[in-house]
C-alpha cells in the first residue's frame, strides 16, 4: 500500500504520550460546527474569540471561547449559559485522545504532527448537528448554508449577551415543525427535506438522549426517522457525540479522497474507503479527518455539481 509504514513508538504514537508545547486549536476543533462562512449561530471575532449561539436543554444560550497564555478561557450569557459552561470541556475536546491515534501512512503521521492542536468536538447537542446535516442532504454545500441562514435568521432567536450582530440560536424543535410550507419552498429546501426535519423535530427529545449513548446506539436511534440514513447520522454523531470511529459513508467526494491518498486510487468506493481505513479501527474518523486536513485531494476532472434553485418553481 502506497506510503504505508511500521509506526515507532514515539511520543506522537503512543497511548497517552503528550508533546510538548502544544495547545488546543479553537478553529481545528470547533471549525466542523460552524455551518457556512455566514452561519448565524457561529463568528470568529477578530481578536481570535470563537462565538456560539446553541439551543440548550434550558434555552438559548451564547457561548465565547478564546485562547488566553495558552489555555481556554469562556464566557456565556443567557438561559442555557451555566449548561453551555458545564458542557465546555467537552465542547473543547476534553473526552477526547488523539494520542490513541497510530499513524500508519507517511501523510497521516505528517499531517498529525502538523496538526497538534486538533481535538475532536463533542456539543452534547443532537439537533442543532442533525437539522443542518439534513439539508446538506444530496444538495451542494453552498444551497445547504444557504437555507440554514434562512431558516434560523427567520425563525431563531437573536443570540444573548453581547454577541456579534447578526447572531441567532436555531429554533426550538416546536418552532420547526410549525414553519409553513411556503417558507421552506422559500429557503430552497425540497419537501423531502423538510419532512425529515418535521419528523425529527417532533421527536426532539429522545434524539437528543442519543448524545449519551455510545455512537453506534446513537447513529441507530436517528436512523429510526424516515429520511435519515447512514451519511446523516454519521454527520450528526461526529459533532454530537465526538465519535472518533463514527466515519461518514454515502458521501460523494470522501472515498475518492481517501483512496487517493492512501492508495493513488481516486476511484474508490465506500467499501474500497472502509478497507483503507481499517488498521485505524476506533480512529476511522479522525484519520479521514487528517486526510481532509492535508490537502492531499485528486486532481478535478469534472465541473462542479450546478447547484439548484426550488424557489423560482
Known amino acids: ?180 410550507s411556503w417558507e421552506w419552498h422559500r429557503a430552497n429546501v425540497d419537501g423531502k427535506r423538510s419532512a425529515t426535519i418535521v419528523r425529527a423535530a417532533r421527536v426532539a427529545a429522545r434524539l437528543e438522549e442519543a448524545a449519551l449513548m455510545d455512537p453506534p446506539a446513537a447513529r441507530e436511534r436517528l436512523e429510526l426517522i424516515p429520511g435519515i440514513g447512514p451519511w446523516t447520522s454519521a454527520e450528526t454523531v461526529q459533532r454530537s457525540n465526538g465519535a472518533p470511529d463514527e466515519v461518514t459513508t454515502g458521501d460523494l467526494h470522501l472515498p475518492g479522497i481517501v483512496g487517493w491518498a492512501l492508495a493513488g486510487d481516486r476511484t474508490t468506493d465506500d467499501e474500497a474507503m472502509l478497507e483503507l481505513l481499517a488498521p485505524y479501527a476506533g480512529q476511522r474518523h479522525r484519520a479521514a479527518r487528517l486526510i481532509l486536513l492535508s490537502g492531499r485531494v485528486p486532481p478535478r476532472r469534472a465541473p462542479r455539481m450546478t447547484p439548484g434553485d426550488i424557489r423560482a418553481l
Open 1 to 180: 500500500m502506497a506510503g504505508r509504514f511500521a509506526p515507532r513508538p514515539t511520543r506522537t504514537t503512543v497511548r497517552g504520550g503528550h508533546v510538548p508545547g502544544t495547545s488546543l486549536d479553537l478553529g481545528l476543533t470547533l471549525g466542523p460546527l460552524r455551518r457556512g462562512p455566514a452561519d448565524p449561530t457561529f463568528r470568529v471575532t477578530p481578536d481570535g474569540s470563537v462565538w456560539r449561539a446553541s439551543r440548550t436543554p434550558d434555552g438559548p444560550g451564547t457561548l465565547r471561547v478564546r485562547i488566553e497564555q495558552g489555555r481556554p478561557g469562556a464566557e456565556a450569557w443567557g438561559p442555557g449559559a451555566a449548561w453551555l459552561q458545564d458542557n465546555l470541556p467537552a465542547l473543547l475536546g476534553a473526552e477526547d485522545d488523539p494520542a490513541a491515534f497510530v499513524p500508519r501512512h507517511r501523510l497521516l503521521l505528517a499531517t498529525y504532527r502538523r496538526r497538534p492542536g486538533l481535538r475532536l468536538t463533542r456539543t452534547g447537542l443532537v439537533l442543532e448537528s442533525l437539522i443542518p446535516s439534513i439539508l446538506e442532504q444530496k444538495v451542494t454545500t453552498h444551497e445547504a448554508y444557504g437555507s440554514w441562514r434562512h431558516l434560523v435568521r427567520k425563525y431563531g432567536e437573536p443570540a444573548p449577551g453581547p454577541a456579534p450582530e447578526g447572531m441567532y440560536a436555531m429554533p426550538d424543535a416546536r418552532t420547526w415543525t410549525q414553519i409553513p
